[in-house]
């Protein structure tokens, strides 16, 4: 059975900082290029960046470019997402996806709240 659990979320001030893990089970990672995604409260499902299998290429939403880095351990087959100067605004569920700006999202996802 493929998973991918989601972990890391939090409460944070603006300003922040927090990370993200997507530890994946059922399927190998390193063959696929892996996504995140979010939803924010009453909103639909956004993408926010991927990551190339090889980790070569990274690419991000303008909103979270600059200050959201996307990262893989092929050997953990985990995914990370590193998010500095958090914004009110990054306030979701995060969510990683398989595939190159997937939102094929399989796990619970992980909270993110931004507040003071």
């Known amino acids: 059975e493929v998973q991918l659990v989601e972990s890391g979320g939090g409460l944070v001030q603006p300003g922040g900082s927090l990370r993200l893990s997507c530890a994946a089970s059922?399927?190998?990672?390193?063959?696929?290029?892996m996504s995140w995604a979010r939803q924010a409260p009453g909103k639909g499902l956004e993408w926010v960046s991927s990551?190339?299998?090889?980790?070569?290429?990274?690419t991000y939403a303008d909103s979270v470019k600059g200050r959201f880095t996307i990262s893989r351990d092929n050997a953990k087959n985990t995914l990370y997402l590193n998010m500095d100067n958090l914004k009110s605004e990054d306030t979701a569920m995060y969510y990683c996806?398989?595939?190159?700006?997937?939102?094929?999202?399989r796990g619970q996802g992980t909270q993110v709240t931004v507040s003071s």
């Open positions: 996806a398989e595939g190159w700006h997937s939102t094929r999202i």
């Open positions: 990551i190339s299998s090889s980790s070569a290429i990274t």
């Open positions: 059922g399927f190998t990672i390193s063959r696929s290029a």
